[in-house]
């Protein structure tokens, strides 16, 4: 079975850096698909951050792109985020998911992707 | 970017039939897909592709719209259900989530 676990520190202080790492198990990130980050904000709002491809290309939300790096370590099954010059509003809970399209009898979809697989998250503070 | 507006909460007895509604702001054709979440996990893919059922949810389970107006129906509600549902669409870049409906149980 698949399965993601991220890590990292729990407490950032702002204008840091904030460096997460998702560890997968069970499928191979250079096999297929594409490897996300998604944050959860205190009070539900979640937003998709960006993703790592199979081939390592990146594509990110334009809101944040300008802060993100999502980077890999295929030897290890690996990929990271870090974010960088964090405020407060950076403060969510963290976490990684495989992106996929949609497959219906053998027959991709590329314009439909949704998350299948998802780590348990992990909270970050950015505080001083 | 294309907002996706949830209901913020419902609540609902068990054996009732609820639905869960998602608009979208713009087109994402059927580009939507739904997610459950219970407090201290991760969320749980439900329905892709606006109806499509994930493997291992309950047939109790089932979305259904295209375009701007989607649907998530529960029937029958049972106590296990208690969580916030998110929709979530891909036809758009970048990808974006619905606030959440928080269903609670009478």
């Known amino acids: 079975e698949i399965q993601l676990q991220e890590s990292g520190p729990g407490l950032v202080k702002p204008s840091q850096s904030l460096s997460l790492t998702c560890s997968v198990t069970g499928y191979t990130i250079t096999s297929g698909y594409d490897w996300s980050w998604i944050r959860k904000f205190p009070g539900n709002k979640m937003e998709w951050m960006g993703y790592i491809s199979y081939s390592g290309s990146t594509n990110y939300n334009p809101s944040l792109k300008s802060r993100i790096s999502i980077t890999r370590d295929t030897s290890k099954n690996q990929f990271f985020l870090q974010l960088n010059s964090v405020t407060t509003e950076d403060t969510a809970t963290y976490y990684c998911a495989r992106l996929i399209p949609l497959t219906t009898e053998g027959i991709v979809s590329w314009d439909y992707w949704y998350f299948d697989f998802w780590g348990p998250g992990t909270m970050v503070t950015v505080s001083s | 970017d294309t907002v996706l507006t949830q209901s913020p909460a419902l609540a609902v007895s068990p054996g009732e039939r609820v639905t869960i509604s998602c608009r979208a702001s713009?087109?994402?054709?059927?580009?939507m897909h739904w997610y459950q979440q219970k407090p201290g996990q991760q969320p749980k893919l439900l329905i892709y592709?606006?109806?499509n059922l994930e493997s291992g949810v309950p047939a109790r389970f089932s979305g259904s719209g295209s375009g701007t107006d989607f649907t998530l129906t529960i029937d029958p509600v049972e106590a296990d259900d208690t969580a916030t549902y998110f929709c979530?669409?891909?036809?758009?870049?970048?990808?974006?989530f619905g606030a959440g409906t928080k269903l609670e149980l009478k």
């Open positions: 592709g606006a109806s």
């Open positions: 979530q669409q891909s036809w758009n870049d970048p990808y974006t």
């Open positions: 713009e087109s994402v054709s059927t580009g």
